[in-house]
């Protein structure tokens, strides 16, 4: 664990925090919810397919879900249409990055219908 997790699990337990005021408190949520917000921004962004099951795209760091997951995707989950973005055509990444349609290949049966992924066909609601 590094310092700041120490710090912070330190500090954020229930007997420190049933002495916070209103007005503390509501300081404290802004300043977390913006650090949340960084994070979460910030993260990589790891695809783990280990539930299949759920079937789903998450985040194995910080939890997001990103819909279906997708085994051709370039990021692992299925993409149903193309964005444009400066001037670029193409899907858009976890990342919020554009992959240009150039730089791949897909499904051309169901190319973008808006139903089934680009990728690997699946409908949009699974049954």
Sequence with gaps: MGIIHLSV???????????????????????LRKGLD????????????TDKEDRGATCSICGIGFGWYCPESPDKRCHY??????????IRLITR????????????????DGETCLFC?????RK
């Design 9 to 31: 699990e330190r500090f954020l337990n229930p007997e420190t925090l049933q002495h916070v005021e209103d007005k503390e408190r509501k300081d404290l949520i802004t300043v």
């Design 38 to 49: 960084y994070l979460y921004q910030t993260c990589p962004h790891n695809i783990d397919y």
């Design 81 to 90: 249409d193309f964005r444009t973005q400066d001037g670029v055509t193409g």
């Design 97 to 112: 990055e554009i992959l240009p349609i150039s730089e791949f290949s897909i499904n051309s049966d169901v190319y973008n």
């Design 121 to 125: 066909g699946n409908p949009e609601e």
